[in-house]
């Protein structure tokens, strides 16, 4: 596993990030503890290994994270990033299923960039129910429901595209969110052409009758 380093001076020493290094120190503070998450546990994981791997100190860590819980929400939002992005492009008066069908193409690509995402919250369940607990996972939560059941509300779609939109929708999710290490050895490529697969055997019927 490569170790992410700080600044190295002339010495050969390393010094701390500073604040102007800002968003990028916190994604390769995120990148790292994702790796190690994964690899060996969320509970045999401490801050301290996190910020050796980044040749930083504790104290750099706790600038951008007041916790090791506050890392595993950080990537826990990431995911639902994803969702989000995916819903917020859905034009009520504009959605067809070739939209859909194109959505969901793209939610695949994104979803498939960061199936390392997907292996930690399977390898790390305890931990992430753990989660649930907080507020800021609820609204994120709530606004997902919100934005899908708003979608599937749309009358501008008859009620068995909207079903069959629904089917499609949860067979990404649980093609790649809920089966955690089951595909973890299928190729992006290979698992990217079956879950498109999946969805146009569910979509295709609807738009031949």
């Not at 060996?40 to 951008?64: C, D, M, N, P, V």
């Not at 506050?70 to 990431?78: G, P, S």
């Not at 008859?158 to 939109?165: E, Y």
């Amino acid at each position: 596993m490569a170790k992410l380093q700080g600044h190295a001076r002339n010495d050969g020493t390393v010094t701390e990030p500073s604040p102007s290094d800002g968003a990028g120190t916190r994604e390769r503070i995120l990148d790292i503890s994702l790796e190690l998450f994964t690899t060996q546990g969320y509970e045999k994981t401490s801050l301290r290994e996190i910020a050796e791997q980044l040749g930083f100190s504790k104290a750099a860590i706790y600038y951008h994270f007041e916790s090791k819980e506050a890392i595993l929400m950080a990537l826990h939002l990431r995911l639902h990033a994803l969702g989000l992005d995916a819903l917020r492009n859905i034009d009520r008066e504009t959605m067809t299923l070739e939209v859909w069908s194109t959505l969901l193409d793209h939610l695949i690509d994104q979803m498939l960039s960061h199936r390392a995402l997907f292996i930690l919250h399977e390898r790390n369940r305890t931990a992430f129910e753990a989660l649930h607990h907080d507020e800021r996972h609820e609204s994120e939560h709530d606004d997902i429901e919100s934005l899908f059941r708003a979608a599937l509300a749309n009358e501008n779609l008859p009620l068995k595209d909207r079903v069959r939109v629904a089917c499609a929708f949860g067979s990404v999710i649980v093609g790649l969110v809920m089966t955690g290490d089951a595909f973890a050895d299928v190729p992006d490529m290979e698992l990217g052409e079956m879950l498109r697969g999946t969805v146009r055997d569910i979509l295709i019927p609807a738009r031949s009758e």
